[in-house]
């Protein structure tokens, strides 16, 4: 499967503002009350949101590289690119995960150089977990997220191995 990755546009940012997940999924829905807001907030050129395309051009999901990558809780005091990511609905729990973060790495070594590259993921998360477990990274902190009490786990890895994904 050939991925691109590139800006994202309003089209592919009112799509993942309308995305709905399954249970316990349903964790990373949008509130479908604030969709102009959260448009917005993908568009904006400060939380570097990127699009995830299969050949021609078919919008799969979007990448994030900085603050948006950080949940409220967690120690980032230790300098990393934190990485935000989502897939469309439909095409989760497919064995894809492995391909979607190989070229979202690929893309970060390519773009920002990055010498630590982190993610944070819902504890409940396994199939997210393993897939970041199975192209390297390891995990360096545990905490609940400041408001809704869900724990998190913070994953890292060194950016020597991201071109081995």
Known sequence: ?????????????????????????DFYNLN????????QYFLDLQ????????EPRKFVGYCSFGKDGQVPGGNYSTPGLDIGMGICPNLTGRGRGRCYVAAVLNFAQQMFAPAIVRVTI????QRALQVWYGVGFHSVDTFEHQYL????IILVRETDHVSKA
Do not use: K, T
């Not at 499967?1 to 999924?25: K, T």
């Not at 479908?32 to 448009?39: A, H, L, M, T």
């Not at 939380?47 to 299969?54: L, M, R, S, V």
């Not at 009490?149 to 998190?152: I, L, R, T």
């Open 1 to 25: 499967m050939l991925l691109n990755i590139h800006s994202l546009d309003e089209a592919n940012a009112r799509e993942i503002a309308g995305w709905h997940y399954d249970s316990p999924y």
């Open 32 to 39: 479908s009350n604030e969709i102009e807001q959260s448009v």
């Open 47 to 54: 939380n570097n949101f990127y699009g995830i395309f299969e």
């Open 122 to 125: 819902a504890a409940f998360n």
């Open 149 to 152: 009490g869900v724990p998190f």
